[in-house]
């Protein structure tokens, strides 16, 4: 069956940076979209970015644009997130996700397959 580990997580400072990486196994990796989710303590599951099958197109969340960058390597079976400028609101456990029904897809009804998260902390 399709699984996505999830590692990188950890702890760092305000203003560092961290990259997170997605690998999986038992799927045609290069014909899924892959996305970034992170849900922080007591709020709701939030999309971070996607990236499509060819890894050419890519979305984020306002709230990571110009500090996040998703990208794959589709002979690793593997996508990552390099976080940058990482800030305390930062904090959260991210889980990766992959689609094979939608392009780009940005919310979580759109994707089939999850990871199991890896925790961010970032301290201020």
């Known amino acids: 069956q399709v699984q996505l580990v999830e590692s990188g997580g950890g702890l760092v400072q305000a203003g560092g940076s961290l990259r997170l990486s997605c690998a999986a196994s038992g799927c045609t990796f290069s014909s899924y979209a892959m996305g970034w989710f992170r849900r922080a303590p007591g709020k709701e599951r939030e999309f971070v970015a996607a990236i499509s099958w060819s890894g050419t197109s890519s979305n984020y969340a306002d709230s990571v644009k110009g500090r996040f960058t998703i990208s794959r390597d589709n002979a690793k079976n593997t996508a990552y997130l390099q976080m940058n400028s990482l800030k305390p609101e930062d904090t959260a456990v991210y889980y990766c996700?992959?689609?094979?029904?939608?392009?780009?897809?940005?919310?979580?009804?759109?994707?089939?397959?999850w990871g199991q998260g890896t925790q961010v902390t970032v301290s201020s």
């Open positions: 996700a992959g689609s094979q029904r939608a392009f780009l897809p940005g919310y979580p009804g759109a994707f089939d397959y």
